[in-house]
Nanobody, 115 residues
Protein backbone atom coordinates (compact mmCIF):
# COMPACT_ATOMS: atom_id res chain seq x y z
CA UNK A 1 0.00 0.00 0.00
CA UNK A 2 1.23 3.48 -0.88
CA UNK A 3 0.79 6.49 1.34
CA UNK A 4 1.37 10.15 0.53
CA UNK A 5 1.56 12.50 3.49
CA UNK A 6 1.52 16.27 3.00
CA UNK A 7 2.59 18.90 5.49
CA UNK A 8 3.31 22.60 5.62
CA UNK A 9 -0.10 24.13 5.06
CA UNK A 10 -1.50 26.87 7.22
CA UNK A 11 -2.63 30.47 7.40
CA UNK A 12 -0.48 33.15 5.80
CA UNK A 13 -0.97 36.82 4.94
CA UNK A 14 -1.11 38.00 1.32
CA UNK A 15 2.40 38.35 -0.04
CA UNK A 16 3.73 35.71 2.32
CA UNK A 17 5.31 32.33 1.66
CA UNK A 18 4.70 28.70 2.54
CA UNK A 19 6.52 25.49 1.71
CA UNK A 20 4.52 22.32 1.28
CA UNK A 21 6.14 18.92 1.62
CA UNK A 22 4.96 15.47 0.59
CA UNK A 23 6.54 12.12 1.33
CA UNK A 24 5.58 8.87 -0.36
CA UNK A 25 6.00 5.57 1.46
CA UNK A 26 4.97 1.96 1.08
CA UNK A 27 5.26 -0.51 -1.78
CA UNK A 28 7.02 1.76 -4.25
CA UNK A 29 9.24 0.52 -7.05
CA UNK A 30 9.38 3.57 -9.25
CA UNK A 31 7.85 7.04 -9.09
CA UNK A 32 7.51 8.49 -12.56
CA UNK A 33 6.23 11.93 -11.70
CA UNK A 34 4.96 13.87 -8.73
CA UNK A 35 2.79 16.90 -8.54
CA UNK A 36 0.46 19.20 -6.68
CA UNK A 37 -3.21 19.89 -7.26
CA UNK A 38 -5.50 22.24 -5.40
CA UNK A 39 -9.20 22.60 -4.87
CA UNK A 40 -10.80 25.79 -3.66
CA UNK A 41 -14.21 25.75 -2.04
CA UNK A 42 -16.91 25.40 -4.68
CA UNK A 43 -14.42 24.95 -7.52
CA UNK A 44 -13.00 22.05 -9.49
CA UNK A 45 -9.68 20.52 -8.58
CA UNK A 46 -6.87 21.93 -10.73
CA UNK A 47 -3.27 21.05 -11.44
CA UNK A 48 -0.80 23.47 -9.88
CA UNK A 49 2.61 22.02 -10.71
CA UNK A 50 4.26 18.77 -11.74
CA UNK A 51 7.77 17.38 -11.92
CA UNK A 52 8.95 14.35 -13.86
CA UNK A 53 11.48 11.77 -12.75
CA UNK A 54 13.99 13.58 -14.93
CA UNK A 55 13.32 16.91 -13.30
CA UNK A 56 11.18 18.57 -15.97
CA UNK A 57 8.61 20.89 -14.48
CA UNK A 58 5.38 22.52 -15.54
CA UNK A 59 3.13 25.01 -13.84
CA UNK A 60 -0.35 26.41 -14.08
CA UNK A 61 -0.29 29.88 -15.59
CA UNK A 62 -1.75 31.31 -12.38
CA UNK A 63 1.30 30.30 -10.31
CA UNK A 64 4.18 30.70 -12.78
CA UNK A 65 6.94 32.83 -11.32
CA UNK A 66 5.57 32.46 -7.78
CA UNK A 67 5.60 28.71 -7.07
CA UNK A 68 8.49 26.27 -7.44
CA UNK A 69 8.18 22.49 -7.41
CA UNK A 70 11.16 20.31 -6.54
CA UNK A 71 11.95 16.76 -5.54
CA UNK A 72 14.09 15.62 -2.66
CA UNK A 73 17.29 13.63 -3.03
CA UNK A 74 15.46 10.47 -2.08
CA UNK A 75 13.09 11.01 -5.04
CA UNK A 76 10.09 9.96 -2.95
CA UNK A 77 9.52 13.48 -1.68
CA UNK A 78 8.21 16.55 -3.42
CA UNK A 79 8.06 20.15 -2.30
CA UNK A 80 6.10 23.18 -3.36
CA UNK A 81 7.62 26.53 -2.47
CA UNK A 82 4.89 29.14 -2.67
CA UNK A 83 5.86 32.82 -2.67
CA UNK A 84 3.88 36.02 -3.13
CA UNK A 85 0.75 34.23 -2.05
CA UNK A 86 -2.61 35.70 -2.97
CA UNK A 87 -6.06 35.18 -1.46
CA UNK A 88 -7.03 33.26 -4.59
CA UNK A 89 -4.38 30.66 -3.74
CA UNK A 90 -6.55 29.59 -0.80
CA UNK A 91 -7.41 25.93 -1.28
CA UNK A 92 -6.77 22.39 -0.14
CA UNK A 93 -3.52 21.27 -1.76
CA UNK A 94 -3.05 17.62 -2.73
CA UNK A 95 0.15 15.79 -3.52
CA UNK A 96 0.20 13.17 -6.29
CA UNK A 97 2.61 10.43 -7.30
CA UNK A 98 2.45 8.49 -10.56
CA UNK A 99 3.45 4.87 -10.01
CA UNK A 100 3.21 1.66 -12.03
CA UNK A 101 -0.39 1.14 -10.89
CA UNK A 102 -1.52 4.69 -11.56
CA UNK A 103 -1.83 7.99 -9.74
CA UNK A 104 -1.91 8.11 -5.97
CA UNK A 105 -3.21 11.04 -3.93
CA UNK A 106 -2.46 12.46 -0.53
CA UNK A 107 -5.12 13.49 1.94
CA UNK A 108 -4.62 17.21 1.35
CA UNK A 109 -3.40 20.14 3.37
CA UNK A 110 -5.25 23.44 3.80
CA UNK A 111 -3.62 26.67 2.66
CA UNK A 112 -5.40 29.87 3.62
CA UNK A 113 -4.18 33.27 2.43
CA UNK A 114 -5.88 36.02 4.35
CA UNK A 115 -5.15 39.19 6.26
Amino acid sequence: QVQLVESGGGLVQPGGSLRLSCAASGSIFSIYAMGWYRQASGKQRESVAAISSGGSTKYADSVKGRFTISRGNAKNTVYLQMNSLKPEDTAVYYCTADLDDGRHWGQGTQVTVSS
